[in-house]
T-cell receptor, first 112, second 115 residues
Framework: GESVGLHLPTLSVQEGDNSIINCAYS??????FIWYKQESGKGPQFIID?????DKRQGQRVTVLLNKTVKHLSLQIAATQPGDSAVYFC???????????FGSGTRLQVQP | EPEVTQTPSHQVTQMGQEVILRCVPI?????FYWYRQILGQKVEFLVS????????KSEIFDDQFSVERPDGSNFTLKIRSTKLEDSAMYFC?????????????FGEGSRLTVL
């Protein structure tokens, strides 16, 4: 079936470094992609989204890149801070759907 | 800032018992969802609800699950006869004010423990 998956389960970075979290998706018909952050014991929190007619979108300290050719999504976090430590999920939405399909998650650990 | 609220935050129940999880979505949203997350795993879609009916459901959402919007503010998930494998965090989410709006807003979750 269609799925969204992540390359790495855990990413450890030094405070101040840039972080890159990667995600592969399989549904070529997906038209919307989103990154969520989940802190321990809390619900997913929106970070940034991108539609399939774009290949890059920037937010505050975060950038999402979409490569539709290889069905790859990445989240870049600039100047990573201890508060960025969390599990990050990518999710996609197939055309005509409202619900999101989540990937497996990557744990980001920021070392002081 | 508007938020999705869920109750209870944690419920412990015996296998075979019925459980109702409650959610208050963001007030002007039109689409409502339940997701679940087994400890350490990904967030899994259960069901979406729009215009007082189920619009989509996953294979997980079998006959033991049901959803209801009993009034203008609450959205509930009922599990009729809980099993051990139903133990998980259940997240409610809402989205949409009519136009294109992809972001889902999630609540803090209800942890269900089935003994």
């Amino acid at each position: 079936g269609e799925s969204v998956g992540l390359h790495l389960p855990t990413l450890s970075v030094q405070e101040g470094d840039n972080s890159i979290i990667n995600c592969a998706y399989s549904n070529s018909a997906s038209d919307y992609f989103i990154w969520y952050k989940q802190e321990s014991g809390k619900g997913p929190q929106f970070i940034i989204d991108i539609r399939s007619n774009m290949d890059k979108r920037q937010g505050q300290r975060v950038t999402v890149l979409l490569n539709k050719t290889v069905k790859h999504l990445s989240l870049q976090i600039a100047a990573t801070q201890p508060g960025d430590s969390a599990v990050y999920f990518c999710a996609d939405r197939g055309t005509g759907r409202r619900a999101l399909t989540f990937g497996s998650g990557t744990r980001l650990q920021v070392q002081p | 800032e508007p938020e999705v609220t869920q109750t209870p935050s944690h419920q412990v129940t015996q296998m075979g018992q019925e459980v109702i999880l409650r959610c208050v979505p963001i007030s002007n949203h039109l689409y409502f969802y339940w997701y679940r997350q087994i400890l350490g795993q990904k967030v899994e879609f259960l069901v979406s609800f729009y215009n007082n009916e189920i619009s989509e459901k996953s294979e997980i959402f079998d006959d033991q699950f049901s959803v209801e919007r009993p009034d203008g503010s609450n959205f509930t998930l009922k599990i009729r006869s809980t099993k051990l494998e139903d133990s998980a965090m259940y997240f409610c989410a809402s989205s949409g004010t009519g136009g294109y709006d992809g972001e889902l807003f999630f609540g803090e979750g209800s942890r269900l423990t089935v003994l």
